[in-house]
T-cell receptor, first 117, second 115 residues
Framework: AQKITQTQPGMFVQEKEAVTLDCTYD???????LFWYKQPSSGEMIFLIYQGSYDQQNATEGRYSLNFQKARKSANLVISASQLGDSAMYFCAMRDLIKAAGNKLTFGGGTRVLVKP | GAGVSQSPSNKVTEKGKDVELRCDPISGHTALYWYRQSLGQGLEFLIY????????KSGLPSDRFSAERTGGSVSTLTIQRTQQEDSAVYLCASSGRSGAGDTQYFGPGTRLTVL
């Protein structure tokens, strides 16, 4: 079974500063994908970034980067130059990439980020 | 292009009534998923459809829950004899082969309140 742990229930960050959101995972699957989603107060889940377990380089998407440490089973999200619009709930998720296991996402409990002006 | 759409956005019902929630996936996406988000349980997988294959129903919490996908596109999640613990936001997602890791894109959700 897969498990995702996000140990930070909430955090404040100053506008324009960087913030790191922790995510650790547990799986016995040899091939898996890690995802980060943002959920603003409006409720929609917005895909941010993806990292495959066999990817050699850490994923980056604009101001988002993923600090992937496979041996430590961690996939922390780094948001650089925080903006007020980054205030939201952030979820780490994973899925098994072997088709026979299905495509469902397993989510962590989320981290609420509040950006202060 | 258009994203995943869901209707209604909000639904208030009385305990014991049946409800139907609708999801319209991104055009061309072959996979469709239903999740539930509640305060106590976080985000939980409910059911997954892939093309014409038999759906993965492993996440459905009870036999009061069912879902169908007609014509490989629109899906309806039905909850019979609703209970107060069914109150949650029901999220639909879809994915296509071109997305990295078959990335799932979510709709805005349906907030269900059972009185």
């Amino acid at each position: 079974a897969q498990k995702i742990t996000q140990t930070q229930p909430g955090m404040f960050v100053q506008e324009k500063e960087a913030v790191t959101l922790d995510c650790t995972y547990d799986t016995s699957d040899p091939s898996y994908g890690l995802f980060w989603y943002k959920q603003p107060s409006s409720g929609e889940m917005i895909f941010l970034i993806y990292q495959g377990s066999y990817d050699q380089q850490n994923a980056t998407e604009g101001r988002y980067s993923l600090n992937f440490q496979k041996a430590r089973k961690s996939a922390n999200l780094v948001i650089s130059a925080s903006q007020l619009g980054d205030s939201a709930m952030y979820f780490c998720a994973m899925r098994d990439l072997i088709k026979a296991a299905g495509n469902k996402l397993t989510f962590g409990g989320g981290t609420r980020v509040l950006v202060k002006p | 292009g258009a994203g995943v759409s869901q209707s209604p956005s909000n639904k208030v019902t009385e305990k014991g009534k049946d409800v139907e929630l609708r999801c319209d996936p991104i055009s061309g996406h072959t996979a469709l998923y239903w999740y539930r988000q509640s305060l106590g349980q976080g985000l939980e997988f409910l059911i997954y459809f892939q093309g014409n294959s038999a759906p993965d129903k492993s996440g459905l919490p009870s036999d009061r829950f069912s879902a169908e996908r007609t014509g490989g596109s629109v899906s309806t999640l039905t909850i019979q004899r609703t209970q107060q613990e069914d109150s949650a936001v029901y999220l639909c997602a879809s994915s296509g082969r071109s997305g990295a890791g078959d990335t799932q894109y979510f709709g805005p959700g349906t907030r269900l309140t059972v009185l």
